[in-house]
């Protein structure tokens, strides 16, 4: 078992910055990947971006690309989504999701996580 919880969630302005951490807990060590995912109200819930556990791959949506920056820290059991840039449009509830399965492609589907942190709301004013 994992358990995630996310943290750093707030309102802020457009063009501003945020910074989302999720920490990790349990059996961390069987992670193959890590995700940011969120979900928009009245949307389906969305990849933003990964990063393989041990290659350190990245990989980001389209809409975020440039913008965002995924990192993670193993001795701390965190992963990180730094956003610059903010848009109105990416107000959404945020969620750290983890990976147990290998897949040799990209992480970018919610079928590939099998745990989920509770999220983290950010909001982005005009």
């Known amino acids: 078992q994992v358990q995630l919880v996310e943290s750093g969630g707030g309102l802020v302005q457009a063009g501003g910055s945020l910074r989302l951490s999720c920490a990790a807990s349990g059996r961390t060590s069987s992670n193959y990947a890590l995700g940011w995912f969120r979900q928009a109200p009245g949307k389906e819930r969305e990849f933003v971006a990964f990063?393989?556990?041990?290659?350190?791959?990245?990989d980001y949506a389209d809409s975020v690309k440039g913008r965002f920056t995924i990192s993670r820290d193993d001795a701390k059991n965190m992963v990180y989504l730094q956003m610059n840039g903010l848009k109105p449009e990416d107000t959404a509830v945020y969620y750290c999701?983890?990976?147990?399965?290998?897949?040799?492609?990209?992480?970018?589907?919610?079928?590939?996580?099998?745990?989920w942190g509770q999220g983290t709301q950010v909001t982005v004013s005009s």
């Open positions: 999701a983890a990976a147990v399965g290998y897949f040799a492609g990209s992480y970018s589907r919610e079928v590939q996580y099998d745990y």
């Open positions: 990063i393989r556990r041990r290659n350190d791959l990245t």
